[in-house]
């Protein structure tokens, strides 16, 4: 097998069109793609030519000569998908089908022009694909002053080679026709009636920011949290940076077992050394070397055959982290393994059972997978001391000391405003993108969603490119069949009308500045050293102004 596709893989789908021999799978044509877990190199049909490893965007395959001891187990992985040969060679005589850019027909009333709300992975595909067509205008609104949404404050520091999807954005951002508006709220600082005065169409791509709460007494306790807000908080969100962590204790417990699981126990129980080069928050950073844990348990309500992190991020998390199970989880997991007929979960658990047992001596901090286990309450008087849970199905009750709390147990969208919601599913009503209005029954003119507010929080970073074509093949077939009214406002007009709501807005050139000098402030050890709070972000954005009057601009705003 010359190349293997590892840990980082994000499904963008870029490998797959690259590969002059139709040999990664699943195609974002196949059933199977929205939820795969990674895709995957047949090693019969690969003939070496290296075209998926310049067309990954982060980093994720590398030459089986070049793979680390912890990105071996991938070769198998990848083998593991394609059936036992039987004589006859997997197709490899023509290129993956190419799902074609939407074709812009122009019109007399200017170009087609689109604003993006939220700068994330979902916008950011979006805009790249609107701008394949020559003259499109893309207008990229975020509340904050830095773009790419959970790229920056989701993607754990210690997985810089995910992160490195960024510079396909800057690319996009790049492009003619792209303009960013950052530290603006769309709903406050400009409406949704006012968006679509200025441009054809208002496309939201704002994620599924709000966790789902664990609704049991305690969880209003100190000590107490979502793995979202943790992970926020040691990537330095502005909204979090002063979140009061304390790991003064031995014990967290993480409810809920995703791969956000997985990532906050990691980062919790990870040498100081290992996150010392990494973008992690200072803030953070200097908790985690003051740090007093041993032992972080990942809890799950049902059993092992129903784990919800992905194979190639258990693999990575066993391969560099001290990983056990309890004796009688060990148990479930023999239980499950002899049951299990579906190759994908019989991978997970033949590498759970292979995990040393709770009895193994504590040399370094370590991460106890358990399952069964149905939270009941936090226990504690100002601030949580421990967790209650029920064994499930059971009356029995185990109690487990923790001094944090923090649950993992799923997002859900929020309502935008002018727009319908669904409450139940946590989405915005839509058909392959055009938002709905359930009365109606039809579609809100100029209205479109793509990314987890459109399909719900499913999917890896790159899930949301074909998530995004979609939504922008069906807007651009509207605006060519005349659907979409045309802008009421002469484009000049729409920057007028934001820095006269929002002085202090920051463009292209102010992220430019802000990320040179986050990245100057890593110097040559770290990759960058983030601003955490707003204020300095918006300083280092005036320096591109090349003016001492921009700085005291803002300064005199910010008081």
Not at 136 to 156: I, K, M, Q
Not at 410 to 417: D, E, L, N, S, T
Not at 472 to 499: C, F, I, M, T
Request: net charge negative; proline share 8%.
């Amino acid at each position: 097998m010359p190349h293997v596709i590892t840990q980082s893989c994000c499904s963008d789908g870029s490998c797959v069109y690259a590969c002059p021999v139709n040999c990664i799978h699943p195609t974002p044509d196949e059933p199977g793609f929205a939820t795969a877990e990674m895709l995957h190199i047949d090693p019969v049909a690969c003939v070496d030519c290296g075209a998926c490893v310049s067309a990954c965007p982060v980093g994720a395959i590398s030459h089986d000569s070049k793979l680390t001891p912890a990105q071996l187990p991938f070769v198998e992985l990848n083998a593991a998908f394609y059936p036992e040969p039987d004589g006859k060679l997997p197709p490899t005589s023509k290129l993956a089908p190419v799902i074609e850019a939407p074709v812009v027909y122009p019109r007399a009333g200017g170009p087609l022009t689109v604003a993006i709300v939220g700068s994330g992975p979902a916008a950011m595909y979006a805009a790249d694909e609107l701008l394949t067509q020559k003259g499109v205008r893309v207008n990229v609104f975020e509340r904050l002053p830095t773009p790419y949404g959970l790229v920056r404050a989701g993607v754990a520091p210690d997985h810089q080679s995910t992160k490195r999807v960024t510079r396909l954005f800057d690319r996009v951002a790049a492009q003619p026709g792209f303009t960013f508006y950052l530290n603006v709220e769309v709903g406050s600082d400009v409406t949704h009636d006012e968006l679509l005065e200025h441009h054809h169409a208002v496309l939201y791509a704002v994620g599924a920011p709000n966790d789902r709460r664990l609704d049991i007494a305690g969880m209003d306790l100190q000590g107490t949290g979502t793995a979202t807000e943790f992970v926020a908080w040691y990537n330095g969100h502005p909204d979090f940076d002063s979140l009061p962590i304390d790991l003064s204790h031995e014990r967290v417990i993480i409810v809920g077992n995703g791969n956000v699981a997985l990532d906050v126990a990691r980062i919790l129980t990870s040498p100081p050394d290992v996150l010392a080069g990494t973008d992690i928050s200072d803030h953070a950073f200097a908790a985690l070397r003051a740090s007093k844990v041993t032992e972080v348990v990942i809890a799950a309500r049902r059993g092992p055959a129903d784990s919800a992190f992905t194979l190639p991020e258990l693999i990575g998390l066993t391969s560099t982290c001290e990983v056990v199970l309890s004796p009688e989880d060990h148990a479930l997991v023999d239980r499950d393994l002899a049951a299990a007929q579906d190759r994908l979960t019989r991978n997970k658990l033949e590498i759970l059972s292979k995990l040393a047992d709770t009895s193994t001596p504590v040399t370094r901090p370590r991460i106890r997978l358990a399952y069964s286990l149905t939270p009941k309450r936090v226990i504690g008087d100002v601030r949580s001391e421990a967790m209650e849970f029920t064994v499930t199905g059971t009356d029995e009750v185990r109690r487990v000391d923790a001094g944090l709390v923090l649950t993992s147990i799923g997002y859900r969208g929020k309502p935008i405003r002018g727009l319908p919601f669904d409450e139940e599913a946590a989405v915005v009503p839509n058909d392959g993108g055009r938002v709905v209005d359930p009365r109606l029954g039809a579609p809100v003119p100029g209205s479109y969603v793509a990314g987890w507010i459109k399909r719900g929080p499913t999917g890896f970073i790159g899930t949301n490119k074909s998530c995004a074509a979609q939504t922008v093949h069906n807007l651009v077939a509207d605006y060519n069949e005349g659907r979409l009214r045309d802008p009421v406002h002469k484009p000049s007009a729409l920057d007028k009308l934001v820095r006269s709501r929002r002085p202090d807005m920051v463009d292209s050139a102010g992220w430019k500045a802000i990320d040179a000098a986050e990245v100057a402030r890593g110097g040559d050890e770290r990759p960058r050293v983030k601003f955490t709070a707003v204020p300095d972000m918006l300083s280092a954005a005036a320096d591109s102004r090349g003016s001492g009057f921009g700085r005291r601009l803002l300064a005199g705003l910010r008081r």
